[in-house]
């Protein structure tokens, strides 16, 4: 029995150190930073990596000098800003979900897969049709998920770059929209 409640208690605090690890990238270790913030950067990563995957589309395919410079904006914004949230999640000790995880494009606000197989297809004028108002849903979509972490998160950096993505993303969509009329 002595040697029993020995092992008992080693097995124990083993089992609750274990529990307490950020292996899983579970707990933030930057203070300031919530699970909203932690959540919001993990789906905000592959949002905009699919931006970038479709608006590069848009350099080879386009027949419309707009929809190739909004397309570049897209890219070197949304480029930039993956590589901030991405710091965030590794200085969290959190996941950075890959590009290739969301490949069934099932995550909310991501385009599917059909959608983007179809402007692979297209070009010219089609293509613009096509893709401009299928890029504004897809933004509306980020403005969305931003909204979300302004009203929930506390990392002050997370928040403020929040409020610039609804603020970018609504003109774009503003723009964008103006140009489908």
């Given amino acids: 029995m002595r040697r029993r409640l020995p092992m008992a208690l080693f ?19 930057t203070p300031g930073a919530n699970q909203a913030d932690i959540t919001f950067s993990q789906q905000m990563v592959p949002h905009h990596q699919q931006s970038i995957q479709v608006a ?67 070009t010219g004028a089609e293509f613009d049709r096509t893709w401009l108002p299928l890029m504004a849903e897809h933004l509306r979509n980020g403005v969305e ?21 609804v603020e970018n993303q609504t003109a774009a969509i503003d723009e964008i929209t103006a140009q489908l009329s």
């Avoid at 097995?11 to 933030?28: E, F, I, N, Q, R």
């Avoid at 998920?145 to 990392?155: E, F």
């Fill in 11 to 29: 097995g124990l605090v083993v089992w609750v150190l274990a529990g307490c690890s950020t292996a899983t990238g579970a707990a933030p270790t």
């Fill in 56 to 122: 590069n589309l848009a350099a080879e395919r386009s027949a419309s000098e707009y929809v190739k410079a909004t397309a570049a904006k897209i890219v070197k914004a949304e480029s930039a800003e993956v590589q901030t949230m991405t710091g965030w999640l590794q200085s969290w000790n959190a996941a950075v979900l890959p590009a290739a995880g969301h490949a069934g494009h099932t995550m909310p606000g991501m385009i599917t897969a059909g959608q983007v197989a179809s402007l692979q297809n297209l």
């Fill in 145 to 165: 998920m931003a909204k979300t972490v302004l009203s929930s998160g506390q990392h002050g950096e997370t928040k403020a770059l929040a409020q610039e993505i």
